[in-house]
Structures are given as C-alpha cells and as structure tokens.
C-alpha cells in the first residue's frame, strides 16, 4: 500500500468587490508538513470575473496571482515571505484577511499523491 500523506487545501478566491463579498474559485494552494510539500495552482475565468465587474485590471489580478503562486513556491521574487520554510508560508498565505486575494479556511485531507491531489481539487472547486 503507498505511503499516506496527511495534507491540508484551501481555495484560493478571488473577490472583484469586497464590500459585497462574491467571489470566484481561482486556485488551489495544498501543504503536507510530513511531505515537505506545498504547491499552488491558480487560473482565471474572465467571463466569471467579468460577470461580476466589467472594469476589472485582469493584468493587475494575473500579477497579484503570481505573488501569490511565487510566495508558495518559495521563489525569491516572492519577497521576504517566500524565504520562510513550507508550513509558515502556508499559514502565511491562508490566513484572514480583507483583499482582493482571499483563500478559504484550510481544510485537511489524506491521500497517497500529492500532485493528483492538487489537480483533482483543482478540477473539482475550480473548474
């Protein structure tokens, strides 16, 4: 039997207006401690984002999706941030705040593929 990872998820939402708090699925950011694993996916809909705010900077959005993706993967243009070890910049990046940028609260899970798990979530509250 393959190895168990114990992992936790959450979904990275993007909200066009904050004070009216709709938002849309646009990623996936999943961590195992044990693993030493953490990986962010994200993609914009920009028909679904469109639908919700017409004068929208998507270039604006791609770029602040990409920090976020950078500070996961540890990049060094991440900044400061991405030069912390896997479990800080998950909770880092998980946690509350009011931006454009939000995710949902983590959520745990146990699987034997980490990287299938990511794009099966992926594909699941995404897509």
């Given at each position: 039997m393959?190895?168990?990872h114990l992992y936790e998820y959450a979904v990275v939402r993007l909200l066009?207006?904050?004070?009216?708090?709709?938002?849309?699925n646009v990623g996936i950011i999943l961590f195992?401690?044990?693993?030493?694993?953490i990986k962010a996916r994200v993609e914009l809909n920009e028909n679904r984002l469109r639908s919700l705010?017409?004068?929208?900077d998507l270039d604006e959005v791609r770029e602040n999706l990409h920090a976020f993706t950078r500070i996961a993967h540890g990049d060094p243009k991440g900044g400061p941030i991405s030069t912390l070890d896997i479990?800080?910049?998950f909770r880092w990046l998980t946690a509350v705040r009011s931006?454009?940028?939000q995710t949902s609260r983590p959520h745990p899970g146990l699987c034997a593929d980490l990287d299938g798990t990511v794009d099966r979530?992926?594909?699941e509250l995404v897509h």
């Open positions: 393959p190895e168990q066009p207006v904050l004070a009216r708090e709709e938002f849309v195992s401690k044990h693993a030493g694993f705010r017409s004068d929208l479990a800080s910049r931006s454009a940028i979530l992926f594909e």
